[in-house]
Structure formats: C-alpha cells, structure tokens
C-alpha cells in the first residue's frame, strides 16, 4: 500500500454492534490499518515497500539550512486519541431508541479515553510502525502504520480500542437502562468479534469480561420481557376469552326471557370492544385469534336468529292479539247504545275479563285498541249515568219523606210495649212503601236504617213467644214436679245417713240434693217469666 493511497483514503471502522454502527469523522480520519496479508508481504519484501513508498530525499548536511522539504503525494493525517466518536453521536447514528421504553432517552456515557502510557502496558511498536497486541504475555500482530511516530502508530489502534470501548460502554448504559433488547445480544456478539479478532491495542482481556457480563444480563433482560410480554398476552387472552364468554352467555339465554333492546347493545359494544381489541390489541397468534373469532361470530350468529325468530314469532302472535281484541271491541261497540242497563253492564264486564285474559299485542297496537274498547264502554256507562242522574233528580222528593219515616221508626226503640210497636212499625211500613224509590246513591244507607228498626221488633215478638209458649211452660211444670219427688227421695237419703253416722253417704246425699235444689231454683224462675 503506497503512501499517497493511505492519504487519499478515509479511515473507517467497518465493524458495526447491532443498529449501532459507528464511523469515524472525516476531520478525525487517519490512514487505515493494513490488512494481515499486506502486512505479511511487507515484512517478506520490505524492498518492495521501500520502493513503493515515496519519502522525500535527504538533504545533505551542507544543505540542511537551505533545503526546502520534498513534497509528499498528499498530506499524512496524523491521529489522536481523542478523535474516538462519542456514545451519543453512535447512537444518534444507529437509530437506536435509548432508554427503558421506546423513545425514551438515556444519557450517553462520556467516551472512552485510554491514555497511551496505560495502552503501552499491552502492546509493543516496531520502527517501521508494525504495532503488537501483548495478551497475557503473547503477542499478537495488530498492523502497520507506517511513516509515523510510535505513538502516533500506538495512537491509532489506541483509538480503535476506544471505539469498541466506547460502544460497550453504550450497550451497558442500554441494559442498565433496560431498553428493548431485541438487538443487544447481536450488538454484543459483534463487539465480541471486534475483541476476538485483536486489532486494538488496549486490555481486551477487560473488554471480554465486560461482554461476558453482558450476555448474562441481556440474557435476564430478554426473559423479564418475555415474562412481561407473557403476562401481557395473557392479559390480552383473558381480554378476548371474556368477550367471548359474555356473547356465548347471551347467545345462550332462553328467547322468552332475553331483553332484546338491552342484550342487542350490550352484544354491539362487545363487537365494538373485540375490533378495538384486534386493532390495538397484542396479537395473540393466528391459531388463538381464528379460535376465539369462531366462536365471537358463532354466538353472535345464534343471537341473531334467536332474535329474528321471536321477533317473527312475536309478529305473529301480535296479529293474532290483534284480531282477538278486535272482536272484543265489535262486541262492546255494539252494546254501547244499550239502555238495558242491568244486563249490559254485566255484558261489559265479561268482555272485560276476557280482555284481560287474552294476549297482548306490541305496546303501539294494545294502546290504540284498547283506547278503542274503553270509548265504547265510557259511551254506556256515560249514558247510564246520565239516566241515572235524572232519575236521582226525580226521587230526590221521596227521599225527604223516608228519612222522616226513619226517623219515626227510630223512636220505637227501645221496645216497651210490644204491640203498640208492632203496629206503629206497620204504619210506618206502609207509609213508606207509599213513598217510592229514593236516589241510588241514598238507597242503601235508608234500607239498612228501617231494617234495623224491623229486626229490633222482630227479637221482641220472638222473645215473648218463646215466653208464652203454652208447650214450653208444661214442659217446664213437668220438670218441676219430677225434680220435687227427686229432692224428697234424697232428703230421706240423707237423714237416715245421719241416723246411721255414715260420714261417706252423708256427704254424698248433701252433694246430690245441693244440686238437685240449684235446678229447682232455675226452673222455678223460668216459670215465673212465662207467667
């Protein structure tokens, strides 16, 4: 590689961690590392590489103080180690997301900076810029940075350890920060490469510890987002399996008894939230989503069958309501007119009841036909109210006169003298048939008062015949003489039991002629109510 080809190129890290890929400034650029195979042929011909490098002839020492300097192809960057990219500008340059959760940020870790005197410790730089990675005592050939200084040579490939440094550094603030992880495992295996491979200078045994401590936390990482992941899709199932549940629970129901207005809504908003849930939701996998889709359209399919039959059912029935109360209405329209009062309100009242007892049409159409049916019983009974208002009018005279009738009869109780009453109550009576029909309204109370003035009398007649009944009073003598012979027997019982000094027959006979005396007693003055 000549020297004007490694000025005219810009140096490059080729080496990429995932969506991190990282190049160096063209401000910062130094020449390239030779590859092993050229670095290899230099050292097997380095006449050739002599050759093919230009160098600017030496001035002779009479000539130092004059000689200008030899021009070279183009001018030699020289590095430093502070041209390393920072974590921030590598990121920004991979898109990454930094942070816990997408788009959040995470503050870049300051880059990495080895100071040559401690990249010295590991590595060995030869003359010609030939620049030696020492690990654990042996060494390893890094490349070649020709026509420059062993610290400039030691610098660059410095610099490249910095680089990588750099992006482990970054990796580490991600899984600290427990950023997505989706591509941390493959940022880290090519930082792991760029170490395997030995083309930096610096402890790479330190870089190699760091990523094996990597993978065992992005290792963890992965797992809590997969048991996060987990947790959420079980969410998201027992989401969809309760959607599916409720409409198979309403699709279920018995028809009869289902509210249709309210189960249609409450079945549209789970469609509603199941779209929702499809569009926004975590995907569940196409065997579970088809699974649970099945069923959502087989409940709401039965649904609306289950729907559609009552509602046709429904229509039927309501047409056949129609047509019974129809016929009900006929029959009340017809009667409407009657002047039969007595028998056609019983009428009205049978097609009442069998109004009630038939079905019900839609609310719309028992409305208006029962509106129908209550205008032909109100004509009637308006009607038979009106008659009865005038005939109220009419008897309202005869009304004056029962109540001073009534009045009247009251002053025979209470009863003195029996048959003064009962023929004053007959007087009464007479007059008060005379007197005719009073108003409808009155007539109950003006029965009820001379009806009782009537049964008052009727319990006195009764009561003195039960009194004067000649049967009764011999049957009453009868008992009285049968009982005389009974209390003699026992007196004689009992004195010839005192004679005797019987206490047990004594008081035996004074216990039967004590009672024997008490019914004496009772019947004696039944007696003298019949006299």
């Known amino acids: 590689m000549t020297h004007s080809q490694q000025s005219d190129e810009t140096p490059r890290t080729d080496e990429t961690s995932g969506d991190e890929e990282?190049?160096?400034a063209p401000e910062q650029a130094a020449p390239e590392a030779a590859a092993p195979e050229e670095v290899a042929a230099e050292e097997a011909a380095p006449e050739a590489a002599a050759a093919e490098t230009p160098t600017a002839e030496a001035p002779s020492p009479e000539a130092a103080p004059t000689a200008a300097p030899a021009p070279t192809a183009a001018p030699r960057p020289v590095p430093h180690p502070s041209a390393t990219p920072s974590p921030a500008a590598m990121?920004?340059?991979?898109?990454?997301?930094?942070?816990?959760?997408?788009?959040?940020?995470?503050?870049?870790?300051p880059s990495?900076?080895?100071?040559?005197?401690?990249?010295?410790?590991?590595?060995?730089?030869?003359?010609?810029?030939?620049?030696?990675?020492?690990?654990?005592?042996?060494?390893h050939a890094v490349g070649q940075y020709p026509d420059a200084s062993k610290d400039e040579a030691l610098a660059y490939f410095v610099r490249k350890y910095d680089d990588v440094a750099s992006q482990i550094a970054l990796l580490e603030q991600r899984v600290h920060a427990k950023a997505p992880s989706s591509d941390m495992q493959k940022t880290a295996g090519h930082l792991r490469e760029q170490v395997a491979e030995k083309k930096i200078v610096g402890d790479v045994l330190a870089l190699?510890?760091?990523?094996?401590?990597?993978?065992?936390?992005?290792?963890?990482?992965?797992?809590?987002?997969?048991?996060?992941?987990?947790?959420?899709?079980?969410?998201?199932?027992?989401?969809?399996?309760?959607?599916?549940?409720?409409?198979?629970?309403?699709?279920?129901?018995?028809?009869?008894?289902?509210?249709?207005?309210?189960?249609?809504?409450?079945?549209?908003?789970?469609?509603?939230?199941?779209?929702?849930?499809?569009?926004?939701g975590i995907r569940l996998g196409r065997g579970t989503e088809d699974g649970l889709?099945?069923?959502?359209?087989?409940?709401?399919?039965?649904?609306?069958?289950?729907?559609?039959?009552?509602?046709?059912?429904?229509?039927?029935?309501?047409?056949?309501?129609?047509?019974?109360?129809?016929?009900?209405?006929?029959?009340?329209?017809?009667?409407?007119?009657?002047?039969?009062?007595?028998?056609?309100?019983?009428?009205?009242?049978?097609?009442?009841?069998?109004?009630?007892?038939?079905?019900?049409?839609?609310r719309k159409d028992d409305d208006a036909?029962?509106?129908?049916?209550?205008?032909?019983?109100?004509?009637?009974?308006?009607?038979?109210?009106?008659?009865?208002?005038?005939?109220?009018?009419?008897?309202?005279?005869?009304l004056v006169v029962k109540e001073a009738l009534l009045v009247e009869a009251r002053q025979l109780l209470p009863i003195k003298n029996l048959g003064a009453a009962k023929k004053s109550l007959q007087s009464i009576r007479d007059r008060w048939e005379e007197a005719g029909k009073v108003p409808r309204a009155d007539m109950g109370r003006i029965e009820a008062g001379i009806r009782e003035v009537e049964d008052a009398v009727k319990a006195a007649d009764?009561?003195?015949?039960?009194?004067?009944?000649?049967?009764?009073?011999?049957?009453?003598?009868?008992?009285l003489s049968q009982l005389?012979?009974?209390?003699?027997?026992?007196?004689?019982?009992?004195?010839?039991?005192?004679?005797?000094?019987?206490?047990?027959?004594?008081?035996?006979?004074?216990?039967?002629?004590?009672?024997?005396?008490?019914?004496?007693e009772m019947l004696r003055k039944s007696a003298q109510d019949f006299s």
């Not at 039960?466 to 009453?476: G, L």
């Not at 004689?492 to 006979?509: F, Q, V, W």
Request: glycine share 6%.
């Open 22 to 24: 990282t190049t160096t």
């Open 91 to 109: 990121a920004q340059r991979s898109g990454a997301k930094p942070g816990g959760k997408p788009g959040a940020a995470v503050t870049a870790p």
């Open 112 to 139: 990495h900076s080895t100071p040559l005197s401690e990249a010295a410790k590991f590595a060995r730089v030869e003359d010609d810029g030939h620049v030696f990675l020492i690990v654990n005592g042996e060494e």
């Open 208 to 280: 190699e510890a760091r990523l094996d401590a990597l993978t065992g936390l992005i290792t963890g990482l992965e797992a809590a987002e997969k048991a996060e992941q987990d947790a959420v899709k079980a969410a998201e199932l027992a989401a969809r399996e309760a959607i599916v549940a409720e409409a198979e629970e309403i699709a279920g129901r018995d028809p009869s008894t289902v509210q249709w207005k309210a189960s249609s809504t409450r079945m549209n908003e789970l469609f509603e939230t199941w779209k929702a849930a499809q569009k926004n």
């Open 293 to 362: 889709w099945k069923r959502f359209r087989a409940a709401r399919t039965i649904f609306d069958r289950h729907r559609r039959a009552y509602f046709s059912q429904l229509d039927t029935d309501n047409a056949s309501a129609k047509q019974a109360k129809e016929s009900l209405i006929q029959q009340a329209e017809a009667l409407s007119t009657s002047t039969d009062w007595g028998h056609t309100a019983g009428e009205y009242r049978r097609l009442m009841d069998e109004w009630k007892a038939s079905k019900r049409a839609s």
């Open 369 to 398: 036909l029962w509106a129908r049916f209550r205008a032909a019983q109100d004509k009637f009974f308006t009607a038979r109210k009106a008659t009865n208002e005038a005939i109220d009018e009419e008897y309202g005279a005869n």
């Open 462 to 479: 009764d009561a003195h015949w039960e009194r004067t009944n000649p049967e009764t009073q011999a049957r009453t003598n009868s008992a």
């Open 484 to 520: 005389e012979s009974t209390i003699a027997a026992l007196q004689e019982d009992l004195d010839a039991a005192e004679k005797a000094g019987d206490s047990k027959r004594i008081a035996a006979a004074r216990e039967a002629l004590g009672a024997r005396e008490q019914w004496m």
